[in-house]
């Protein structure tokens, strides 16, 4: 069974910085699967932050964080990153790892998912 555990959120003030990270155990992913960063505001559905395939040549962002936020993956720690600057207010939200072990695809739907790290920006 994958486990996902992310780490890295915080209280920050708007314009910093925070980099999370999320630790893949528990099995093998093929070549053809990938990793995603989604989050969720108070009050407002999951949204889809960020996803990378797991070689790490293919990224895709979502428009409201192109440019600030880059997504990487370090697959000998089976370890992705969600490096994040110029933080805004509106970026503060619980986010979620995901990843496809078996599903060969690297963008959404994933198959399992971690428990969420806060991160909360004040203005």
């Known amino acids: 069974q994958v486990q996902l555990v992310e780490s890295g959120g915080g209280l920050v003030q708007a314009g910093e910085s925070l980099r999370l990270s999320c630790a893949a155990s528990g099995g093998t992913f093929n070549a053809y699967g990938g990793m995603g960063w989604f989050r969720q505001a108070p009050g407002k559905s999951r949204e889809f932050v960020a996803a990378?395939?797991?070689?790490?040549?293919?990224?895709r962002y979502a428009d409201s964080v192109k440019g600030r936020f880059s997504i990487s993956i370090d697959n000998t720690k089976n370890t992705m990153y969600l490096q994040m600057n110029s933080l805004r207010p509106e970026d503060t939200a619980v986010y979620y790892c995901?990843?496809?072990?078996?599903?060969?695809?690297?963008?959404?739907?994933?198959?399992?998912w971690g428990q969420g790290t806060q991160v909360t920006v004040s203005s």
């Open positions: 995901a990843a496809n072990q078996r599903r060969r695809d690297w963008l959404p739907p994933y198959e399992y």
């Open positions: 990378i395939s797991w070689s790490g040549s293919n990224t």
